[in-house]
């Protein structure tokens, strides 16, 4: 079916699902790399799901991206790319609102304030932040307020919810501590929003070096499945993922996490719980394992890049953005007026 020609308008949709007072989803993948299985079952999936019980907000954070070095050009196309992957992966226009961070110059403007009330000992202690400046050589203050303009991304919308992985878990409760000590000093302003970590696939290991996540910005991409990489591509990663030697297929992600991981992959993509996959697959060798898993990887990506391919060529890309920018920019113009006349700024 061709998604975009669905009749549903989603506009219209937008406005109704607004006034239902349905709990509000929130989300987004910054366009540092291009997306990934991970992306796709951590992330995505989830979002595919929540659309059908919340009123969902999906987005690009193309400012959270330049806190490592990017090719503008490079950027610019990507993200326009993940906007389509997003509708091609199932985020469906007509639930959604998707848009970019960017284009919304309220992000940036709230941040500032809730940067002048996020203490520098709390920020200090995001683990992804300490990660991150080990492996960087020129560390910019930006990659240090990464997460405050990610608070402001959330408390700008009053999301109830913010499917994460485990690793941005702790950035969503630094979101919930900014958001209820601004509530404490001015009265109540911000909702506290709750990460929603998935079960199954909360973390999808790189296939060469399953004691680490599969990222978009790996730098060889050796292990890495990208949504858009070719059938040969996908097969051969997976065929030479590092397993281990015994041969038996179960479940144990301490001590068989290549196995574990294939199970993992395997299991969201069919949805069936992990210990369902290893019994399926008990009497197999490791060989005939990948093959599968190979098998149902490629099926899933391959209808997904086909659907990819006929949204990145139409036209309905830029009124789904369009529309997303207007839906948002008065949300947020919003709480931010609220805010400024709170601390006090000029004659909001
Ligand atoms: P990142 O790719 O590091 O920017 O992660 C962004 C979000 O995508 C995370 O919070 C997760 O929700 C999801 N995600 C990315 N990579 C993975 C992965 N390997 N396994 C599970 N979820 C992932
Ligand atoms: N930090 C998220 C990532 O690693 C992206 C992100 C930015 C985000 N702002 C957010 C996620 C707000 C959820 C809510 O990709």
Known sequence: VNILKKKSYYYIINKKRKCINM???????????ELTLGSL???????????????????VPDMHAITVKQDPKLLKERIIKNVALYIACGLDPSKNTIYIQSENLYHANLSWVLECHTYIGEASRMTQFKDKSKKQENVTVGLFTYPILMASDILLYDADYVPVGIDQKQHV????NIADRFNKM????FKLPE????????????????????????????????????????????????????????????NKPGISNLLTIYSSLKKIDAKKAEEHFKDYNYGNLKKEVADTVVETLLDIQNKYNEIINSDKLN??????R???????????????????????
Do not use: H, W
């Open 41 to 59: 079952i951590g992330s995505i999936s989830q979002m595919v799901k929540y659309q059908e019980e919340y009123e969902s907000f999906m987005f």
């Open 173 to 176: 409760e630094l979101a919930r």
């Open 186 to 189: 001015y009265g109540d302003t």
């Open 326 to 348: 207007e839906i948002t920019e008065k949300i947020a113009k919003e709480k931010t007026y609220e805010v400024f006349k709170k601390v006090g700024f000029g004659r909001y």
């Open 23 to 33: 709990k509000r989803v929130l989300t987004g993948l910054q366009p540092s790399g």
């Open 195 to 254: 990460p929603l970590i998935p079960e199954v696939g909360a973390k999808i290991m790189d296939l060469s070096d399953p004691t680490k996540k599969m990222s978009k910005s790996d730098a060889t991409g050796k292990g890495v499945i990208y949504l858009l990489d070719d059938e040969k591509t996908i097969r051969k990663k997976i065929m030479s993922a590092v397993t281990d030697s015994d041969n038996k297929v179960i479940y144990d992600p301490i």
């Open 319 to 324: 009124e789904i953005l369009d529309n997303g």
